[in-house]
């Protein structure tokens, strides 16, 4: 009798990790899904859960104005805050700089889910799906954008 105690107690354990996970996995695609209908170009979603233990998904989308990263960046604390997901950390600007300075880039930490709202010039020297070309790809806006990381 205990052992089947322990084997149920074992599979709930299971089915609640299978479970969070799903849900993780559907909030980074939601996420995907936000950035494209506000206009974050060439959003894509990338799975890293097999390839590295500080973060399972990678969401990254082009900006192409600071009104725009604003605007973005409103959109996935409100997003995050329906969620009860935690920011655990926004990239820091210097005080009085522009959000869209030299550097271009916005990093929103969520833990098991990165948010990266770049700029197009940014986006492509950094080349991030082609740094992490062996994630899934599991949403993205534009197809034909994403194959570079293949070239």
């Known amino acids: 009798m ?30 995907g899904k936000l950035l494209q209908d506000y206009k974050g170009g ?26 725009h990263l604003q605007g973005l960046e409103r959109h996935i604390k409100e997003f995050s805050r329906e969620k009860g997901l935690d920011i655990l950390r926004i990239s820091q600007r210097p005080k009085g700089e522009p959000l869209f300075s030299e550097d271009e880039w916005l990093v929103i930490d969520l833990g098991t889910i990165v948010v990266h709202l770049m ?5 492509t020297f950094y080349e ?9 790809i599991i949403f993205q806006e534009n197809p034909a954008a994403v194959s570079l990381r293949d070239a």
């Open 42 to 67: 060439d959003a894509v979603v990338l799975d890293l859960r097999n390839l590295n233990g500080w973060t399972d998904y990678f969401v990254i989308a082009t900006v192409t104005s600071n009104t």
């Open 128 to 136: 991030l799906e082609r740094l992490w070309s062996a994630a899934a």
């Open 2 to 31: 205990d052992d089947i105690l322990k084997d149920n107690t074992d599979l709930q354990k299971n089915n609640t990790y299978l479970n969070q996970s799903l849900s993780v996995y559907d909030t980074a695609i939601e996420l």
């Open 119 to 123: 700029s197009s010039k940014t986006r």
